[in-house]
């Protein structure tokens, strides 16, 4: 018996970006003036690899001009093949114009607005070609404490800070001992068990990469539905194996209404195989090395 194998009319570019393969993303947020692009830049100078950052102005990032290569409009092309792109469009656009790109970066760095919400940024890490390595918050240590005091403030700080899978205290070469401490404690108390760092601790720029998110990482995970959704989600069982045949057979006999679907099967052979429906268009390639999961069943978005 045959592994399974994408047939040609099969292929649709524009599916999945990168033959499959998802790059880690980091969001960084924290309130207004903790310190997110200073930490940018930081990295930015001392890394050797390379990055797609994403911020709400280019021009706040105040790029070295030895790092400098070449500006497009809203966009900087670094040494070291990193890339600074402005979300003045809309950061769908600008993680459309990364996928368009042949080679994709080693990690996407999103810089969220300092009165963001994070948990409204979270579905777009399941963007096809991304996935999300980590959420990062900021939090300054010479204002935390009068902040978390402040009922109009406290609640957007709460959810930032709860929804942290790092919290990162910053200019606390500013305060003493005691108040960094305090500010370690106001932190837990808000999110008990969050991994805290103070950047006295050392370079706090390198905690951006390769964090490894509290959440899950399926590959065919989609943001959970709301009131407002008028999407249907919908689990289909898959084999284990699956032969070409059944495999082609469930596909074709999605309805029309099917907008999505996402799923990884395996093959005959023991391969994993990513799924990947949008309309009724199909493409079933090679598990990418990088995205070591199990099979899952097949998830149906309709409308």
Known sequence: MSSVRPHE?????????????????TLLGGYLGSGKTTILNELLRTTDRPLAVLVNDVGEINIDTRLLR???GDTLELTGGCVCCSMREGLGAALTELRARPT??????????????????????????FRLDGLIILVDATVALVQLG???????????????????????????????????????????????????????????????TRRGRDITAVPPPTLLDPHRIELYPLPRPTSDAALRDLLEGLSDDVVRAKGIAEGPDGSRLLIQVVGRRRRITPLPHAEDQEPTDLVVIRV
């Open 9 to 25: 009319h099969d292929v649709e570019e524009g599916i999945a970006p990168w033959d499959g393969r998802r790059v880690p993303m």
């Open 150 to 212: 402040d009922e109009r403030l406290r609640p957007l700080l709460e959810r930032q800070i709860s929804a942290a899978d790092l919290v990162v205290i910053t200019k606390s070469e500013l305060v003493s001992t005691d108040q960094r401490a305090m500010v370690q404690r106001a932190v837990l108390d808000v999110s008990p068990g969050v991994p805290v760092v103070d950047d006295l601790d050392g370079n706090v720029a390198s905690t951006l990469l390769d964090l490894g």
């Open 104 to 129: 994709p970066p080693d990690h996407v760095i999103i810089e969220l607005s300092g009165v963001a919400d994070p948990t409204q940024v979270l579905p777009w890490t399941n963007s096809d070609g």
């Open 70 to 72: 070449k500006r497009a």
